[in-house]
C-alpha cells in the first residue's frame, strides 16, 4: 500500500471518460470533482486529455501469461509484436513479463530494455521444458474460506499477487496488468475475492479470454445435434451441455476482472498475431487516454490511515468514468 507524505507526496486516482462506447479526450480539471472520504479536494495535479503535453507520469505494464499449454501455444509470445504496439509508440511505458500456474512466477520487472524482454518471452515460451535462468517464483495464498481443486492455474490468486508485487515497487505510476487466461481456475475462488484490494492498490486488470468463440461453438453443435426425433435431448447431451455452460460462466467470471477493477475484457473469436495486435492497440490507447488527478494532503494525523479517493465528472453529459477510486495511506 503506497504511503503518501503531507509534506511532499500527491495523493493521485487515475481515470478514463467514456462517451458512446468512445474515450473523451476533453476533459479539464473544472469538469472534475475529485473526493477524499466523501469531501470535495482542492486539485492540485492534473495530467491527459487533448491539451496536455507529455505525461510525467510512467506506466507500468505488467504482461501476465497463463503458463498451462492450452494458453502459450495461442502464439501470444512474439516479443517484436508487443515492442511495435506498445513500446515504440509510448515512451513513458515499460514491460513486466510474468507467468502464473499455481504460483507467479516473475520472469522480468519492469524495463524498455529489449535484450531483456526477449530473454524472458523466450523462457516463459520455454518454462515447461525447464529453460533458465528460472524465474523468481511467488507463493500464493487462497483467499479465505476458499478451496483448491485438482490442477494448478490459481488465476484469482495470482492476479492480486502480479497487482502486489507491481504496486511494490517504488515511485508513483500507472500500473497496469494485461492477463491472458482460458478462464479456467482450478480454485473456488470469485472474482470479487480479490478486485477489491486489486482496485485499492491503484492497479486495473485488463483481462483476455481465450477460447471462448470454441464454448460457443460446442454449445451450438449441442443444440443442433443432441435431440431425437421426438425433440427431446438425449442425456448424454444434456451432460455436455451443462459442462459447456459452466465452462462459459467461468470464462464470463474471468472477464469481469476488467470492469470491477475499471478495465475491461477483451473476448477474440480466434487468437493470432493480427489479433493480438488489435489487443494492444487497444491497450495503446487506454494509455493515450488516461488521465492522472491528484491533490496533496494536509498534515494532521500522527498516525497515517486509509483514505478513499473518488472521481466524479462535474456533468452527466460529459461521459461516463471507468476506474477513479483508490485507497491512500496518509
Not at 473456488?188 to 483476455?208: F, N, Q, R, W
Not at 443444440?223 to 467461468?250: H, P, V
Request: charged share 25%; aromatic share 8%.
Amino acid at each position: 500500500m503506497p504511503v503518501f507524505r503531507a509534506e511532499s507526496s500527491l495523493a493521485t486516482v487515475r481515470f478514463h471518460v467514456l462517451k458512446s462506447n468512445r474515450y473523451v479526450d476533453t476533459i479539464t480539471p473544472k469538469d472534475i470533482l475529485l473526493t477524499e472520504d466523501g469531501e470535495q479536494r482542492k486539485i492540485s495535479f492534473f495530467e491527459g486529455g487533448r491539451m496536455s503535453k507529455q505525461r510525467s507520469v510512467p506506466i507500468e505494464l505488467t504482461l501476465l501469461f497463463d503458463i498451462s499449454g492450452s494458453v502459450t501455444e495461442e502464439g501470444l509470445l512474439d516479443f517484436v509484436t508487443y515492442k511495435t504496439a506498445l513500446l515504440d509508440g509510448l515512451p513513458g511505458v515499460t514491460l513486466a513479463v510474468y507467468g502464473f500456474d499455481a504460483s507467479l512466477k516473475r520472469f522480468c520487472r519492469p524495463t524498455r530494455d529489449p535484450a531483456v524482454l526477449t530473454e524472458a518471452f523466450r523462457r516463459i515460451q520455454n518454462y515447461k521444458t525447464g529453460a533458465k535462468p528460472r524465474p523468481e517464483v511467488i507463493k500464493l495464498s487462497l483467499p479465505p474460506k476458499r478451496k483448491s481443486r485438482n490442477g494448478g492455474t490459481w488465476i484469482y490468486e495470482s492476479a492480486l499477487a502480479a497487482a502486489k508485487d507491481a504496486a511494490s515497487t517504488p515511485g508513483d505510476a500507472t500500473r497496469i496488468i494485461l492477463m491472458f487466461s482460458d478462464g479456467f481456475a482450478t480454485t473456488d475462488a470469485k472474482p470479487k475475492d480479490v478486485t477489491g484490494e486489486i482496485s485499492d492498490l491503484g492497479v486495473t486488470i485488463y483481462p483476455v479470454a481465450l477460447g471462448h468463440q470454441k464454448i460457443l461453438e460446442r454449445i451450438k453443435h449441442v443444440m443442433e445435434t443432441g435431440y431425437n426425433k421426438q425433440g427431446i435431448m438425449n442425456d448424454g447431451a444434456k451432460t455436455r451441455l451443462f459442462q459447456l455452460e459452466q465452462q462459459q460462466n467461468e470464462i464470463l467470471e474471468y472477464a469481469s476482472l476488467g470492469e470491477l477493477t475499471g478495465g475491461r475484457s477483451f473476448d477474440p473469436p480466434m487468437m493470432n498475431l493480427m489479433m493480438i495486435r488489435t489487443i494492444l492497440g487497444a491497450m495503446a490507447g487506454a494509455v493515450r487516454f488516461e488521465y492522472v488527478i491528484g491533490f496533496q494532503p494536509q498534515a494532521g494525523e500522527d498516525k497515517p490511515r486509509k483514505h478513499k479517493l473518488a472521481v466524479k465528472l462535474a456533468s452527466k453529459e460529459l461521459g461516463k468514468v471507468t476506474g477513479g477510486t483508490r485507497v491512500v495511506v496518509h
